[in-house]
């Protein structure tokens, strides 16, 4: 049996970017996810509630070491939340900084899952064809905002952009300070640091926070080639800065519930993830009428 290659596999589209390696893939990228049906009793069926998803629309991550990794949303942590949501009865609205289409991984689609196909077949259109952020910001943030929820996926793309990005942080604001929830998992939690401000107390200092551990970017996502080089900043570390408390240390699919904010450790928690953002978002709606 031939051994799979740990070298990270050249994106012939970009000069000195990089796939993630045969080995990492065949370690991480399951044919099927472990969604095994929805979990609520009811769904929503009033029509006045939505999800705001904010996706990721850069493809390469620049590395410590001049090299890019080629990444962007991953598919089964924008994908699973969204098929809860969407079952659940929230139409979801995209919206990327640009305007762009969203980017996907695609290298980690769940190829013999027929639930997530069909969701991402299903919100194509709108990952295709996204919102931009700037021109709805004002319908997100009035008084009469039809968002019920914040939707940030995971996937490597979250640490470019979405972070320093001040449309971010509005929406995010806005969704702490109207009891909206802020749902996000794996490093999708980068797009929090867009809260911080120079000698300002941290708007999420004191939640806990469930997020990709950082041992594992700085170790076995290299040593198996899944990435090209070293992050030039670490998303758990940056959070422990500002004030949170991260409660996982590895990757075993943990969710942590914190008042408004819904996250999970990494793609083995996007099942969960779901399901608890669909009970959490439901029982508000009803909270709403």
Request: proline residues 7%.
């Amino acid at each position: 049996m031939t051994e799979l290659s740990k070298k990270p596999v050249p994106d012939r589209a970009e000069y000195n970017a990089f796939f993630p390696s045969e080995f990492s893939l065949n370690a991480y990228v399951a044919p099927k996810t472990d969604f095994n049906g929805v979990q609520f009793s009811q769904a929503y069926t009033g029509g006045k509630y939505k999800v705001f998803m904010i996706a990721a629309d850069e493809r390469y991550l620049p590395m410590q070491n001049g090299t890019r990794f080629s990444t962007g949303n991953h598919p089964v942590e924008t994908l699973l939340p969204m098929l809860h949501l969407h079952e659940a009865g929230f139409e979801i609205d995209v919206a990327t900084l640009s305007g762009n289409p969203a980017k996907f991984e695609m290298w980690a689609m769940p190829k013999d899952d027929e639930a997530v196909a069909a969701i991402f077949q299903t919100y194509l259109p709108k990952l295709q064809q996204p919102l931009k952020l700037a021109d709805v910001l004002a319908q997100v943030l009035a008084p009469d905002s039809p968002y019920i929820g914040v939707f940030i996926p995971g996937g490597h793309g979250a640490f470019n952009a979405l972070p320093h990005s001040a449309e971010v942080k509005r929406v995010l604001e806005w969704a702490l300070q109207n009891n909206r929830h802020i749902i996000t998992l794996c490093h999708g939690p980068a797009a929090l640091v867009a809260l911080a401000e120079a000698g300002k107390d941290f708007a999420l200092a004191g939640y806990q926070v469930c997020v990709f551990p950082d041992a594992l970017d700085e170790g076995a996502n290299i040593e198996i080639g899944y990435m090209p080089g070293r992050l030039r900043w670490l998303v758990a570390q940056k959070l422990k800065e500002l004030g949170m408390e991260v409660v996982n240390e590895g990757m075993s699919g943990q969710v942590c519930q914190d008042r408004q904010l819904l996250t999970g450790d990494s793609p083995l928690a996007a099942n969960a993830l779901g399901i608890l953002a669909a009970d959490v978002l439901l029982a508000r709606a009803a909270e709403l009428g």
